[in-house]
């Protein structure tokens, strides 16, 4: 059979051409099995699966813009369910057999190393680019993306009632109108991982649902690193580690922490349940303060980039050594070039260009410069100054001035595929295999 055959039977008809993707699915899975694991093949073997999974790729492409709508609002109940993407896209596989992985295939190749995947991110990169590309579907996803999490609901009365939440890597204290976000990944320098990337999304939920809190500040925990042991460090940006190993998810972390956690900070939540009480408060946002010591590394800058006001060590360095990854870096190439202009954002992510607290370039991204032992108190006064419905209200505004949700998803649409593609490149596995043992942790 010729894969690429069915791509000119795409009717137009929704019946017909999702049974036109589920052979040709099966045909392509049939064509897979019969080679030997990843790890095994040779070059040959490789480029026969490749051959094998690019034109039902393109199939899935076009199936998705004949039919994308539709697609959505069948797994959404007409757009009344509000699933975030993992569920989105099992749905998707449950409802249109082979349009993306279904539930078994996504456990196998979860528990495998990233070089012995085969790559089914880039299945779900397909899809989530059309999502994301049609404002209407784009639209829906994104306010399902900054719904507040179930877990954040289940925590938030013990949080109301005591001001403290230790989530694992992520800890919460209530101070006064001001909320303190520690990141506390301790052992390995806040290296961002699943783990990490879904405590914090949780932590901005409970702030941003508290009552009582109106600011919140982000700030490192002293370090458990030998390297660092007893200071402070913001963020050391993805653990690469865990990168080798398989363990970061494209869904809930390449792409979620985007969508999710990075669009709370900066847009808040998105609280419109159709009832008349949401109204008119369709966004419950609210200033964040970052405090950084020692650095902010790769997703530890990223996240200054989504924050009101930044407070920095004289001692500390931002970098976003995307090069050195070998993937894209969040919305840092849509967001820095608005803040640096397009020269100065090549330096920085493409020649992996350091910036110095004292460089005349860090107060593009950071408002204060401070003695170390004087950043969190610099931080607090910040947020308290901060702590106003009206900074609310404008901030918000301004974003809308800055960031219109339109520009912010088409860069999404593009960014899920594009990320999807760099996961599994080989020259990422090839960068990222040196993480497996050694090396820096995020």
Same mark, same amino acid.
């Given at each position: 059979?010729?894969?690429?055959?069915?791509?000119?039977?795409?009717?137009?008809?929704?019946?017909?051409?999702?049974?036109?993707?589920?052979?040709?699915?099966?045909?392509?899975?049939?064509?897979?099995?019969? &080679?030997?694991?990843?790890?095994?093949?040779?070059?040959?073997?490789?480029?026969?699966?490749?051959?094998?999974?690019?034109?039902?790729?393109?199939?899935?492409?076009?199936?998705?813009?004949?039919?994308?709508?539709?697609?959505? /609002?069948?797994?959404?109940?007409?757009? *009344?369910?509000?699933?975030?993407?993992?569920?989105?896209?099992?749905?998707?596989? %449950?409802?249109?057999?082979?349009?993306?992985p279904d539930r078994t295939r996504l456990a196998a190749e979860e528990a495998l190393p990233q070089a012995h995947k085969e790559g089914l991110a880039i299945d779900h990169g397909v899809f989530f680019r059309q999502m994301l590309a049609d404002p209407e579907t784009g639209g829906h996803l994104l306010d399902s993306m900054r719904a507040p999490t179930a877990r954040a609901h289940e925590l938030l009365p013990a949080f109301a009632r005591t001001g403290e939440l230790d989530l694992g890597t992520v800890r919460v204290a209530r101070e006064g109108a001001t909320a303190q976000?520690?990141?506390?990944?301790?052992?390995?320098?806040?290296?961002?991982?699943?783990?990490? #990337?879904?405590?914090?999304?949780?932590?901005?939920?409970?702030? $941003?649902?508290?009552? *009582?809190?109106?600011?919140?500040?982000?700030?490192?925990? %002293?370090?458990?690193?030998?390297?660092? =042991?007893?200071?402070?460090?913001?963020?050391?940006?993805?653990?690469?580690?865990? &990168?080798? #190993?398989?363990?970061?998810?494209? $869904?809930?972390? &390449?792409?979620?922490?985007?969508?999710?956690?990075?669009?709370?900070?900066?847009?808040?939540?998105?609280?419109?349940?159709?009832?008349?009480? #949401?109204?008119?408060?369709?966004?419950?946002?609210?200033?964040?303060?970052?405090?950084?010591?020692?650095?902010?590394?790769?997703?530890?800058?990223?996240?200054?980039?989504?924050?009101?006001?930044?407070? =920095?060590?004289?001692?500390?360095?931002?970098?976003?050594?995307?090069?050195?990854?070998?993937?894209?870096?969040?919305?840092?190439?849509?967001?820095?070039?608005?803040?640096?202009?397009?020269?100065?954002?090549?330096?920085?992510?493409?020649?992996?260009?350091?910036?110095?607290?004292? /460089?005349?370039?860090?107060?593009?991204?950071? /408002?204060?410069?401070?003695?170390?032992?004087?950043?969190?108190?610099?931080? *607090?006064?910040?947020?308290?100054?901060?702590?106003?419905?009206?900074?609310?209200?404008?901030?918000?505004?301004?974003?809308?001035?800055?960031?219109?949700?339109?520009?912010?998803?088409?860069?999404?649409?593009?960014? =899920?595929?594009?990320?999807?593609?760099?996961?599994?490149?080989?020259?990422?596995?090839?960068?990222?295999?040196?993480?497996?043992?050694?090396?820096?942790?995020?």
């Open positions: 059979m010729h894969v690429s055959s069915p791509a000119a039977r795409l009717t137009g008809d929704l019946v017909a051409d999702a049974a036109v993707i589920r052979d040709a699915a099966a045909a392509c899975d049939d064509r897979v099995a019969a &080679l030997p694991p990843k790890p095994a093949r040779t070059p040959d073997e490789q480029a026969a699966a490749d051959a094998a999974h690019r034109p039902v790729r393109s199939l899935r492409a076009g199936f998705l813009r004949r039919h994308g709508r539709a697609v959505y /609002d069948e797994v959404t109940a007409g757009r *009344a369910l509000r699933p975030r993407l993992a569920e989105l896209a099992v749905a998707a596989a %449950e409802r249109f057999p082979g349009l993306a976000v520690t990141l506390a990944n301790t052992d390995c320098l806040n290296a961002e991982t699943n783990e990490l #990337a879904a405590d914090l999304e949780t932590a901005v939920d409970v702030v $941003l649902l508290d009552d *009582a809190v109106e600011a919140g500040v982000l700030r490192g925990a %002293e370090m458990a690193h030998p390297r660092y =042991a007893g200071r402070r460090v913001f963020s050391a940006g993805i653990n690469l580690k865990h &990168l080798h #190993a398989g363990r970061i998810s494209y $869904l809930d972390f &390449l792409l979620g922490r985007e969508l999710g956690l990075l669009s709370k900070l900066r847009r808040g939540l998105w609280c419109d349940d159709g009832t008349p009480d #949401a109204w008119p408060h369709l966004d419950l946002a609210k200033p964040w303060v970052a405090a950084v010591d020692t650095f902010a590394i790769g997703g530890g800058m990223q996240i200054l980039l989504a924050v009101d006001h930044v407070v =920095a060590g004289d001692d500390v360095y931002f970098s976003l050594p995307a090069a050195q990854e070998g993937i894209v870096p969040g919305m840092a190439n849509f967001r820095l070039t608005a803040l640096f202009g397009g020269r100065l954002t090549r330096q920085v992510i493409l020649d992996g260009r350091r910036i110095g607290a004292g /460089d005349p370039e860090a107060r593009l991204v950071c /408002d204060e410069v401070v003695a170390p032992a004087a950043v969190g108190d610099a931080a *607090a006064a910040a947020a308290e100054r901060l702590a106003s419905p009206a900074v609310a209200v404008n901030r918000r505004m301004i974003d809308l001035a800055e960031e219109p949700p339109d520009r912010f998803r088409a860069y999404a649409a593009d960014f =899920a595929f594009a990320q999807a593609l760099r996961l599994h490149s080989a020259d990422v596995l090839t960068k990222v295999s040196r993480f497996s043992l050694a090396g820096r942790a995020g």
